[in-house]
Each structure stands twice: as C-alpha cells, then as structure tokens.
T-cell receptor, first 114, second 115 residues
Framework: DAKTTQPTSMDCAEGRAANLPCNHS???????VYWYRQIHSQGPQYIIH???NNETNEMASLIITEDRKSSTLILPHATLRDTAVYYC???????????????FGKGTKLSVKP | DSGVTQTPKHLITATGQRVTLRCSPR?????VYWYQQSLDQGLQFLIQ???????AKGNILERFSAQQFPDLHSELNLSSLELGDSALYFC??????????????FGEGSWLTVV
C-alpha cells in the first residue's frame, strides 16, 4: 500500500472549517483514500473514503486532487467533539470479498479550541 | 455503535499467563482484523482472517495466535504474556458478500494490562 504524509498536529477554532491535508504521491490506480479518526483510545471511526471523485457525507467532505497525489478532509463546522487523531490511509479495495487491511501512520492530531 | 463487539472490555492478568480476546464482527462481514495499540506505538496491524482462513499477517508475535470460527467470530490468543503486551487490542470487520469497496469498522477494543 502507498504511504501517506500528514502534518503532526493542527488547531482549529470551534465553528470554523477544519481542513486536514494528506499527501499520497505514490498512490496506485486501484487504491482508495480512506479517512478515520480516533478519539482518545476509542476504536477508530470511519469518516469517508474516495477513489478519484470528491465525496461528501454527513460527517465530512473529501477533496482529491486530479492527479490523486493528495487529498483534503474537510470538517465543515468543527466542534470540540471533533478533537481527535485523524488518519489518512490508502488501501487497495477488491470487489466481492477479501479486502486489503489498513496500515495506520501517525495521523494528524486535531485540536478544536473554543 | 459500529456493530463490532469485543469482549472483555478490560482485563488484568499476570506475566506468563494466557488470555483470549473475543470478537464478533458486524452481521454478514466475512473479514476480521486484529490491531494492537500500545502507549508508545500507533495502531499496529496484527492479522486478518477472511471466511475462516488467514489472509494477511502483520507484526504478530509468535506467542500470539488467532482464528476465525465457522460462525465468523474470531479469537486472539495471547500467551506467555509480558509487561510489554499491555495494550489496547482492536478487532475490526469488513467484507460483506456481493459488495465492493468495503469499509472496515472497528470495535471499541479490549484493554489488556499485564502486571
């Protein structure tokens, strides 16, 4: 699986958008970009994933550059409860069953401040 | 609630002992993954099973073993425990039949403390 590079930490003001960048310059054509977060020793929580198109769900938006070498996770209105470590992971996803596992890096520690 | 259930939530045991951690995947999921997270390490992938068979192996010690049963639940066995085995152990699942791009969902973990 391709490796990712994320900033070690970021701060964000409550109510503002949090934009978390991720570089994955060696991503392959069959690899998805996944985002997870971990709030203080809880189980990692799935946020969103995408292949090449931008994606949006109830939690966040994922913007993937056209060359797929980087992406940005956007939390539109950050709250204190969004304080967590955010992981950007690239993963081969096969159809119909057995899937590639997730290899976690160190992630970005996002601190949302009042 | 991810739908992945892990037991026990907390466990304290002595060095040299053996413990078994149990995981029930989300209904219909065929793949089970085990991860370890200790204080000074990130999330380390240990092992993956798919429909009862070992599919991928990560940094799993020889003292550790796992299996997935016909009903798809999985157990992680940790033996000859050492102080350094104290960690959070996560189980995750994915891989429903007839589906693509399957997302991995994690349980809340089992806290193991070795004293």
């Amino acid at each position: 699986d391709a490796k990712t590079t994320q900033p070690t930490s970021m701060d964000c003001a409550e109510g503002r958008a949090a934009n978390l960048p991720c570089n994955h310059s060696t991503i392959s054509g069959n690899e998805y970009v996944y985002w997870y977060r971990q709030i203080h020793s809880q189980g990692p929580q799935y946020i969103i994933h995408g292949l090449k198109n931008n994606e949006t769900n109830e939690m966040a938006s994922l913007i993937i550059t056209e060359d797929r070498k980087s992406s940005t996770l956007i939390l539109p209105h950050a709250t204190l409860r969004d304080t967590a470590v955010y992981y950007c992971i690239v993963r081969v996803a096969n159809y119909g069953g057995s899937q590639g596992n997730l290899i976690f890096g160190k992630g970005t520690k996002l601190s949302v401040k009042p | 609630d991810s739908g992945v259930t892990q037991t026990p939530k907390h466990l304290i045991t002595a060095t040299g002992q053996r413990v078994t951690l149990r995981c029930s995947p989300r209904s219909g999921d065929l793949s089970v993954y085990w991860y370890q997270q200790s204080l000074d390490q990130g999330l380390q992938f240990l092992i993956q099973y798919y429909n009862g068979e070992e599919r991928a192996k990560g940094n799993i010690l020889e003292r550790f073993s796992a299996q997935q049963f016909p009903d798809l639940h999985s157990e992680l066995n940790l033996s000859s425990l050492e102080l350094g085995d104290s960690a959070l152990y996560f189980c995750a699942s994915s891989g429903r039949r007839q589906s693509s791009g399957n997302t991995i969902y994690f349980g809340e973990g089992s806290w193991l403390t070795v004293v």
